[in-house]
Nanobody, 124 residues
Framework: QVQLLESGGGLVQAGGSLRLSCAAS????????MGWFRQAPGKEREFVAA????????RYADSVKGRFTISRDNAKNTMYLQMNNLKPEDTAIYYC?????????????????WGQGTQVTVSS
């Protein structure tokens, strides 16, 4: 079992920045890709960004390219999402997830473990 705990969410004005963290604990000896998803009220969970264990490969949703940066510190079992130039449409609950394998997946079924989420609210 792997436990994931997100932190860093909050309320920010449009144009502002937030940094989300995702700390993993438990059986972390495998080397899975990890990702961030988000879910706004009344909408399906959507892919935001993902990163492979060796950090050389990342992928972003078109809606966040150029504004969000995903990173991970494997020594600390922690993943990050730096979010800049936030927009009201970025408002959602953000979830971190650990993939079933080493390759990036952009759909929820590609992930085995999930955190409980952290709320990000961007005011206009």
């Amino acid at each position: 079992q792997v436990q994931l705990l997100e932190s860093g969410g909050g309320l920010v004005q449009a144009g502002g920045s937030l940094r989300l963290s995702c700390a993993a604990s438990g059986r972390t000896f495998s080397r899975p890709a990890m990702g961030w998803f988000r879910q706004a009220p009344g909408k399906e969970r959507e892919f935001v960004a993902a990163i492979e264990y060796d950090i050389t490969n990342t992928r972003y949703a078109d809606s966040v390219k150029g504004r969000f940066t995903i990173s991970r510190d494997n020594a600390k079992n922690t993943m990050y999402l730096q979010m800049n130039n936030l927009k009201p449409e970025d408002t959602a609950i953000y979830y971190c997830a650990s993939a079933t394998g080493s390759l990036i997946a952009i759909v929820p079924r590609g992930y085995r473990y999930w955190g409980q989420g952290t709320q990000v609210t961007v005011s206009s």
